[in-house]
């Protein structure tokens, strides 16, 4: 069996409808829709909750209270025979180390889904795969970014997918 896993973080959005509509198609084709965090709005988490299948959400060091007393600061799903952890380590600023995301978890895992660092991160460390999609929105120096996880026969695959370009710098050097 396959199962296939969107995972979004940091999308800081005020309402469900300005989240990229192919974020929003993604999370609606997935078996499991992954949000790591940083929302910014209950009616975020609401619309992803109606649009997704099934929804892992957690809430991030941006998130108000009514969605951190709504969504856990971690989470652990099974996928396909593995053990997935969502967090948003916001008891670290970058840089930190993959392996303490670890920590937020009370037992082992096989893939760690994380936001906060508004990175992509697609690495395997002894053993276990880190997966950071990066930021739900564009902004001037960074690309709004998704990753679609395909688990099948005990093993997971990553696909980061570029939602919308960061808009290029012009205008900042003048020809002399």
């Known amino acids: 069996m396959v199962t296939s896993i969107a995972v979004v973080s940091d999308t800081h959005c005020v309402e469900w409808r300005e989240?990229?509509?192919?974020?929003?198609?993604?999370?609606?084709?997935?078996?499991?829709?992954?949000?790591?965090?940083?929302?910014?709005?209950?009616?975020?988490?609401?619309?992803?909750?109606?649009?997704?299948?099934?929804?892992v959400l957690v809430h991030g060091n941006s998130d108000p209270v009514d969605?951190?007393?709504?969504?856990p600061a971690v989470d652990v799903f099974e996928a396909g025979g593995l053990r997935v952890g969502v967090t948003h380590p916001a008891w670290?600023?970058?840089?930190?180390g993959l392996g303490e995301l670890l920590e937020d978890f009370t037992g082992p895992v096989d893939v760690v889904l994380f936001g906060h660092l508004h990175e992509v991160r697609d690495e395997v460390r002894d053993g276990v795969l880190f997966v950071s999609p990066g930021q739900g929105y564009r902004s001037f120096m960074v690309s709004s970014t998704a990753a679609l996880v395909t688990v099948e026969g005990g093993s997971a695959s990553v696909d980061i997918r570029v939602i919308e370009a960061a808009e290029e710098r012009r205008g900042l050097r003048s020809e002399v």
Not at 92 to 96: A, D, I, L, S
């Open 19 to 55: 989240v990229h509509p192919e974020i929003r198609e993604m999370v609606s084709e997935a078996d499991i829709a992954v949000h790591c965090g940083d929302f910014t709005k209950m009616s975020v988490v609401e619309g992803m909750r109606e649009s997704a299948r099934r929804a």
């Open 67 to 71: 969605v951190r007393r709504a969504l």
């Open 92 to 96: 670290g600023g970058p840089p930190f």
